[in-house]
């Protein structure tokens, strides 16, 4: 089964092709971060507006670099939540349209699961059942992935993502938007030891995170010291910020994957490309000895290509939907 898989949830325009949920065909993505750049975040009306303006040009290479008409496409899956609303609204509408001139199904996709779903392209021998630690922009989840389509997340941050921490305190250190992967890159030959900063606990759950206090921390450290015209070594604080984050990340799904009992572990979401998580998670499951799956470095940020993977089992769920399909700017990976 072939599928047109579209994502436009944030910053990236993009389509792919997708055979039976494993075999990426074709995997365009169009991305607005120079623009973005530009206002130090994403701007959600530009986001729709060049989403808008993408959309048919890169819908249409996806088809070509796949080799594929609309003929031999059985159905197209979208991501229709959770995400910024204009800017999903243009990848949904846009689906509704091209599925009711070609009659072709529509399969409504959750951008996270499809973050997961990165992972069966990746790793084709991947199955579920997995404890999933889905790190992005916009969320931390700790999902246990029972099923393709059945999922329950047993822990979560309770603020910031950490992806968006990442993001905050790059920004306090003069990097470019999205300062994730440039703190990731500087803390490479920094000394995670420099700076002591907090490590946050949150009661209740023993599996949710908290990081605004972490980004809050290092926020104050740059603002005292440059009051006092001090510079602070960038790439120590960038260290010592990264082993805080990834220590409170692994720590958690560590603990819950030993109470889960759950010995294969996966990573997804954009934040999984980072370069401690995946050393240390790599470590960790080495000495316990657990299996542990990670997508390639390519599909761990916005792609369509994990879309189509994702949209493959929910059609194989029956998770269909017709042109009262609405976008969602939340929605919990549950359903
Ligand atoms: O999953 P994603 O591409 O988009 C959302 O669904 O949010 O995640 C983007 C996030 C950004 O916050 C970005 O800075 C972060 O992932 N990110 C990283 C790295 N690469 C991307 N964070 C830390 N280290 C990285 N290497
Ligand atoms: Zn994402």
Redo the contacts with the bound molecule.
Sequence with gaps: MKILAIES??DETAAAVVEDGRKVISNIVATQVEEHKLYGGVVPEIASRRHAEAICGVVSEALEKAECTFDDIDAIGVTHAPGLIGALLVGVNFAKGLAMAKNKPIIPTH?LRS?IAANYLSNPELKPPFLCLVV???HSHIVKVDDYTKMTIIGKTRDDAA??A??KAARTMGMPY????H??IAAESGNPDSFALPRPRVSGSEYDFSFSGLKTAVINLIHNASQKGEELPINDLSASFRKAVVGCLVENFIKAAKDTESTRLVIA???S???LLRKELTDKCKKLGYELYMPEKSL???NAAMVGSQAYYEFLSGNTAGSELNAKATMSIEL
Excluded: K, Q, T, W
């Design positions: 949830s944030c951008h973050h992005s922009g916009g992806g968006e990442f993001d999205p300062g994730g992967i703190l990731d979401g954009g934040v490309a980072n370069r761990c940020g916005d």
